[in-house]
């Protein structure tokens, strides 16, 4: 099939902004290099917009959450990734979280009844020459295609570790032990918690600091860990109580055999819509799996854990993108060549669909002979795409989630909940504003 526009990749960027392409009626080649016989380090699948690591995309709370309100503003833009994701939810309190196989299969299923829309199991090794071009790889780029991004944009792309939390089967947990609840009661009983008394913490403590890491290979020494990521035994060297203050704070979570707090708490949150498997809330870690086993299992109510996955490490790499992208997310030096996605500098599923999305939006705009006309920068899309464009310091770019610090700031002394409130009807309004007038 001759194409409009080559996608290359077809993870949650890639298949947002081909599902926006497709959707409008240009002809789309969406090239995805799983399936092929290789993967990333990180992938177990060939499905499209597999999720490799948490199954969670965050609070969908969009009068008080910066992602919630990213949520919204996607939903208003015919998202694939929010619709899917609403077929494939599963119960976690105020977040949307859901059943990862269900989720890829409704994201597969939708693009594959687009007709202009071909998905071809290619790897691709450089970067086109000519004619538009979306390149949302991810953050693990593939070696050959990686070289020959570095030698488009003169500069080498930045690296960092982006770790994987285990996941445990429901029903080999000790609901003796174990309780459900969401914190301050919020929402439904959508979490496991298994409490720690002060003994059991400090022990669990140096356990993580004892363990056996997974060893660097020579080009990954120097790569330093996402602060939204870190792994949970790095998380502990910081500090006797930062995983109290972190993913196993007990607050708001009462132990209905004490009445009180715990010490500390660890949170599971369910993986699947049949609830059958649940992730280890903050727990991404590279302990090697042995050493996983043995000290997980000494968490109450986990003492018998068996787990459907355990935790690794993969190293993620992203341009310098402030510096070498203009506003329309071209590369400066090759403009028919567009990136989307994680690749980008953006952290997290929302954020690198919402980029894909957009970066979609874009190219439609440009096919259709018609001037790009941006969200405002007071919406979410519009914060996070400006921040990637060019309003970060390119000297300091490091990857960043969707939070109302990239928002202009609103006037006058109020209340944190109220302000939020402000930034999120702001942004209602003026993206209300943007889709009636933009040309999308």
């Known amino acids: 099939m001759q194409y409009d526009v080559h996608i290359i990749g077809g993870g949650l960027a890639g298949s947002e902004a081909a599902w926006q392409l497709a959707r409008r009626g240009f002809k789309v080649r969406l090239s995805e290099m799983r399936g092929t016989g290789e993967r990333s380090p990180a992938h177990q699948t060939d499905a499209l917009a597999e999720l490799v690591c948490s199954n969670s995309f965050r609070s969908d709370d969009h009068e008080n959450n910066a992602v919630g309100l990213l949520h919204h503003e996607m939903r208003g833009l015919d998202s694939l990734v929010m619709a899917a ?3 494939a939810q599963v119960p976690a309190g105020s977040a949307l979280a859901v059943d990862r196989d269900v989720f890829s299969a409704e994201v597969e299923a939708r693009l594959a009844a687009l007709p202009n829309l071909t998905v071809v199991r290619e790897r691709i090794d450089v970067l086109p020459q000519a004619g538009l071009t979306i390149v949302a790889t991810g953050p693990l780029t593939a070696e050959a295609l990686a070289s020959s991004i570095g030698a488009a944009t003169g500069a080498d792309s930045l690296a960092f570790f982006d770790a994987i ?6 029903d080999s947990i000790d609901m003796d032990v174990a309780w459900m609840a969401s914190r301050w009661d919020k929402g439904d009983k959508d979490y ?7 003994e059991q913490y400090l022990a669990f403590h140096q356990g993580l600091l004892d363990g056996e890491k997974t060893e660097f290979r020579e080009w990954e020494a120097n790569t330093p860990y996402f602060e939204g990521c870190m792994p949970i035994e790095v998380m502990a060297s910081r500090g006797i109580d930062t995983l109290r203050y972190g993913p196993m704070k007990p607050v708001g979570l009462d ?7 715990p010490y500390a708490v660890v949170q599971l949150r369910q993986d699947n819509k049949l609830g059958t498997i649940w992730n280890m809330v903050g727990f991404q870690t590279k302990l090697k799996h042995a050493e996983q086993v043995r000290l997980f299992r000494t968490i109450p109510g986990l003492e018998n854990a068996e787990f459907a996955r355990l935790g690794g490490l993969h190293r993620n790499t992203f341009l310098n993108s402030p510096e070498l992208l203009d506003r329309q997310l071209r590369l400066k030096n090759a403009p028919h060549i567009r990136f989307a996605g994680q690749v980008t500098g953006c952290e997290g599923y929302v954020e690198s669909s919402a980029v ?4 979609g939006l874009m190219t439609a705009t440009e096919l259709a002979g018609r001037e790009w006309t941006s969200p405002p920068r007071t919406t979410a899309l519009g914060a996070l795409l400006s921040h990637i464009t060019g309003d970060a310091e390119a000297d ?3 990857p960043m989630n969707v939070n109302f610090g990239l928002f202009p700031p609103v006037e006058g002394k109020m209340k944190k909940a ?3 409130q402000v930034y999120t009807a702001r942004a209602k309004a003026d993206f209300a504003e943007w889709t009636a007038s933009a040309p999308l």
């Open 85 to 87: 994701a609403a077929k």
């Open 165 to 170: 939390a285990p996941i445990v089967y429901r």
């Open 192 to 198: 496991i918690n298994c409490p720690m008394n002060q």
């Open 255 to 261: 132990d209905p055999r004490t009445g009180r707090w």
């Open 356 to 359: 894909g999305l957009i970066a």
């Open 396 to 398: 300091s770019y490091q």
């Open 418 to 420: 109220s302000r939020k």
